[in-house]
């Protein structure tokens, strides 16, 4: 079964950014999308960006122009660029192939704050 770390997070103020990784213990080359998720306080949890095999990438609409996110198949990790951070993204993020397909790793806490 395949294990998902996340890493990255911390506290940064507005305007700045962050690189978000995810690790998978297994191969993801065979995994068709991989997902970023976030889950501020009282909200649910939301999809925030997928990328495919291929490299298509969707993003959540109050993402784009400010998140990337890209993958390495041979180091079996996801990553998630993030710039002109603002308050709002702050949350806990999560990766994981949709819809939740693998156990949920511990997620990495983002703080935007001045």
């Known amino acids: 079964q395949v294990q998902l770390v996340e890493s990255g997070g911390g506290l940064v103020q507005p305007g700045g950014s962050l690189r978000l990784s995810c690790a998978a213990s297994?191969?993801?080359?065979?995994?068709?999308?991989m997902d970023w998720y976030r889950q501020a306080p009282g909200k649910e949890r939301g999809l925030v960006a997928r990328?495919?095999?291929?490299?298509?990438?969707y993003y959540a609409d109050s993402v784009k122009g400010r998140f990337t996110i890209s993958r390495d198949n041979a180091k079996n990790t996801v990553y998630l660029q993030m710039n002109s951070l603002k308050p709002e993204d702050t949350a806990v993020y999560y990766c994981n192939a949709p819809p939740g397909r693998f156990p949920w790793g511990q997620g990495t806490q983002v703080t935007v704050s001045s």
């Open positions: 990328i495919r095999s291929g490299g298509s990438t």
């Open positions: 297994g191969s993801i080359f065979s995994i068709n999308a």
